[in-house]
């Protein structure tokens, strides 16, 4: 206790200090020793709160999307309004794996009508948020449809009583068409229906839908999804290489309740009994939309029935009302309409008569244009990062309006202005309904061209409205000059500038842009779409598309080399590696302490060999394809010398191909070995295999010992799973997790002899120390000794694909000098994927710019 009354004589600021290094297994105890424990310790328990779903079982029955663990965390802080006054930042997300970017995505509208309805929980989460007034950051990452509306609408209620404005809005995975629609002049619950999200100054949209406006014809497409409660199951990509299991139903049983209802409505009111008397297999007395909610309104009534026996919030939660609709009204009333991302007013026909209101009334695309609207004032950071704006595969291609709308979504958005903007990303390297219309660009005339030009009706071209092609001529180039104070931009490689030289007409006005960000940008994003098989070396040779090759090289030569202050350079995708080499030596001018480079195939270079020759024996066939070799010749040779800096009168120019010279670590080195603080270099095929690592390794790595100042490395390694006739994926997986320990702080190397077969190959080559044992041998070499030597050493994080769904492990240690001055791990965790809850929650804390 004497201790403790020391520690509340500190300073304020050096006991935030001290008691912010605690995690929450610390904290809770603390709370517990004295009232002034409590005030200090739960203040910091309750800072960062994440509301989450469960799966729970009853009886026979299974409800995958339990809103318990919400209700009690909302009551706790209803009940409690000083600790709710403690909140800074709130996260509300679906507890399952969200939608697989490449496989589940584009197939996701995140519109599930049965999860989260019950109006006691959303008066609840209302009141609640009245309560927390000092909340800075709102997520919502896969949040229900019907809690993204209530915090959204709640938490930038025009006339929402608070201490500090939310300043950041992360929004994932999820739909936001009434959430954040400001014009609705009724909304369900008694949802605010003014709303004002001035004050934000970062907003991310991520992997969600902001489509322009539905599809004019009414076929639902086959094979989209949505999380349901108590229906059938489907199998589902669990972000650990594999698959699991959970309740949805298909977009068309959901979206088309509405319609049968409304039927069933007529018929019933019209004394129509033909067709229940026709079927006597169907419970005609219970409407369409009564059947869709019976057993999530059910699984409601006994999550509140188990909540309100609770006697600490039984009182708390009975103010928040009973049951007091019958079945069809609650079920009529829990409905959102049958109409996902609608076209805009003026263009859509009028609605059908309907006893209740769609809740979408605006596309996504117009909203989230709204939403930048109210906050253009204070806004200081915009990313879009894979957002869906066209789904490519549901007929777009074939309708003339459709497009024309897509289109009038960026000339919304680039007709906004942010006086105080100083990051702007969009990015798009994922699939085809993330990409820009082709033939808008950064810096230059607007040319739209058609999608899929062959499909379009002849009595109605593709063209655009005269006016509408005068606004988008130079809507991005415009926008440009408008924010002259960006620090960070992120934008598709080959949608800067048009193949073609620039007009006359604007090439000053381009070269003044570029002139300020070369002297203002510190942070630079490119990437193109993923190359399925892998990207080429070069395609000086071998291209499909040329103009879209010269674009990129265009962006290297006209852009890039003009930089001057960039300090992280990020290159993603398909983008070949010649173009990714000259990037790098376009930059020479700049202080370059971060470069990134991700795709398929391994961007330092191919280590298995032609065709995956000389790793033949671990490789399933079907990873060989575009496995270019390397001229090993050449490798050797360069790749043992050191490399020489650049001269003081050198000038760049581009040389592209990938004839015999030095590897791409060599390059970087040449120009930024004194620079460079962190590399990450991620692709898995060609990458260096762990366990048998060819010879081409080495030289191909060498340069890695003269990046003196190195503190952080992420690579890919290939973990070879083969063993006894198959792969063991599944096995190895299945003992990572088993065996993960939250923090690993030592590393002893241990085999034993009595283990024979599988059970000892598992133990010595793929349990967590033995793994970081052979990162630590592998990776200590090749990295700078003086590096190693720092305080910490370098931290490495050695990135594995395995699973038969390619689920993405990574070990992060720390690898540095021991008392023998041998290469030592410091200290290790993982293996950990990307879901896992300390890398999810790092992931999201660390985001650069938000």
């Known amino acids: 206790m004497a201790s403790i009354q020391l520690l509340s004589q500190l300073p304020e600021e050096l006991l935030q200090d001290i008691l912010e290094r605690l995690d929450t297994s610390s904290l809770g105890p603390l709370s517990l020793v004295s009232r002034w424990c409590y005030g200090k310790g739960s203040a910091l328990l309750w800072r960062d709160v994440l509301l989450e779903d469960r799966r729970t079982k009853h009886g026979d029955e299974i409800d995958d999307h339990d809103d318990t663990p919400t209700i009690m965390k909302l009551a706790i802080l209803l009940r409690k309004p000083q600790l709710a006054a403690c909140v800074h930042t709130l996260t509300y997300r679906c507890h399952l794996p969200p939608p697989a970017i490449f496989h589940e995505l584009p197939r996701a509208p995140f519109s599930s009508q049965t999860l989260s309805t019950d109006q006691r929980l959303l008066r609840l989460t209302r009141l609640a948020v009245q309560a927390m007034t000092n909340v800075s950051t709102l997520r919502i990452i896969m949040g229900h449809p019907n809690m993204n509306d209530v915090l959204l609408r709640s938490f930038f209620d025009k006339h929402r009583r608070k201490s500090t404005p939310v300043r950041r809005l992360w929004l994932e995975n999820c739909r936001i068409s009434m959430g954040c629609n400001p014009t609705v002049t009724k909304a369900p619950y008694d949802l605010p229906l003014e709303l004002d999200f001035n004050g934000l100054e970062s907003i991310r949209f991520r992997r969600l839908p902001l489509k322009p406006g539905e599809l004019q014809s009414k076929i639902w497409p086959t094979g989209h999804f949505v999380h349901a409660r108590g229906c059938v199951v489907q199998d589902l990509l669990n972000g650990q290489g594999s698959l699991y299991w959970t309740s949805t139903a298909t977009l068309e049983s959901e979206q088309s309740a509405g319609s049968a209802h409304q039927l069933w409505l007529r018929d019933w009111d019209d004394g129509n009994r033909t067709v229940a008397e026709a079927d006597k297999t169907i419970d005609h007395q219970t409407s369409p939309l009564e059947r869709l909610f019976q057993r999530p309104h059910k699984f409601d ?38 109409v996902l991302d609608p076209l805009p007013s003026y263009l859509q026909a009028p609605p059908p008569p309907s006893r209740w209101r769609e ?64 990051a702007f990303q969009f990015r798009n390297a994922v699939m085809p309904e993330t990409v820009l219309p082709q033939g808008l660009y950064l810096l230059d005339h607007a040319r739209i061209q058609t999608r899929n030009a062959r499909y379009m009706e002849e009595d109605d071209p593709f063209q655009l409205h005269d006016q509408q092609k005068q606004r988008l001529d130079l809507a991005c180039l415009t926008f440009m000059e408008a924010h002259p104070n960006l620090q960070a931009l992120a934008w598709p490689m080959e949608a800067f500038v048009s193949e073609r030289p620039l007009a006359q007409d604007i090439a ?38 040329p103009n879209v090759r010269d674009r990129r090289r265009r962006f290297v030569e006209c852009f890039a080399a003009r930089m001057r202050k960039v300090e992280s350079i990020k290159i993603e995708g398909g983008v070949p590696r010649d173009e990714r080499r000259e990037t790098i030596r376009a930059l020479h001018a700049c202080p370059l302490k971060n470069i990134v480079m991700i795709g398929v195939s391994n961007p330092l270079g191919n280590t298995w060999g032609a065709e995956g020759r000389d790793l033949a024996d671990s490789l399933n066939p079907l990873e060989l394809d575009r496995l270019e070799p390397e001229d090993k010749e050449a490798v050797w040779q360069y790749g043992q010398l050191k490399p020489e800096p650049p001269t003081a009168d050198f000038r760049f120019e581009a040389n592209y191909g ?34 048998s690592p060819t010879p081409i390794t080495a030289p191909l790595l060498g340069a890695l010992k003269h990046f003196h100042n190195l503190h952080s490395l992420v690579t890919s390694l290939w973990l070879s799973t083969f063993f006894d006739g198959s792969d063991r994926d599944a096995e190895i997986i299945a003992y990572w997790l088993d065996a993960r320990s939250p923090a690993s702080t030592a590393l002893v190397h241990m085999s034993d002899d009595e283990l024979e077969g599988w059970e000892k190959e598992l133990r010595t080559k793929f349990a967590p120390d033995a793994l970081a044992w052979r990162i630590t041998n592998f990776i200590g070499p090749y990295l700078s000794e003086t590096a190693k030597a720092r305080k910490g050493g370098v ?6 694909c395995i699973g038969d769904w390619g689920g993405i492990f990574d070990v992060d240690l720390h690898v540095g000098k021991g008392a023998m001055g041998s290469d030592v791990c410091l200290g290790f965790k993982g293996p950990m994927e990307e879901l896992e809850s300390e890398r999810r929650r790092s992931k999201l804390e660390n985001r650069r710019w938000f």
């Open 658 to 691: 990938w004839a015999a010279g030095p590897p791409m670590l060599n390059i970087i080195a040449t120009h930024f070995a004194d620079t460079i603080t962190e590399l990450k270099f991620c692709g898995y095929k060609g990458c260096p295999a762990l366990l």
């Open 301 to 338: 009534e006994l999550t509140w029935s188990s909540a309100l026996a609770n006697p600490d919030f039984s009182e708390t939660l009975s103010s928040c009302g009973g049951r007091e609709l019958d079945d069809r009204v609650r079920a009529e009333t829990s409905y959102r309409g049958g």
């Open 795 to 800: 931290q490495v994080r050695a990135s594995f």
């Open 508 to 545: 000053s006005r381009v070269d003044a842009v570029i002139e300020t960000l070369g002297r203002t940008l510190i942070d630079l994003r490119v990437d193109t779409l993923y190359a399925e098989n892998g990207e080429l070396q070069s395609e000086s040779l071998n291209c499909h598309n």
């Open 359 to 422: 809740r979408e009334e605006l596309p996504a695309s117009l909203v989230a244009i709204a939403l930048l609207q109210s906050a253009n004032r204070t806004l200081t950071s915009l990313t879009l990062d894979w957002v869906l704006t066209i789904p490519a595969t549901l007929g777009y291609a074939r309708s003339a309006q459709a497009q024309r709308l897509w289109i009038d979504t960026f000339l919304g958005l680039f007709t906004l202005r942010f006086p105080h903007l100083r």
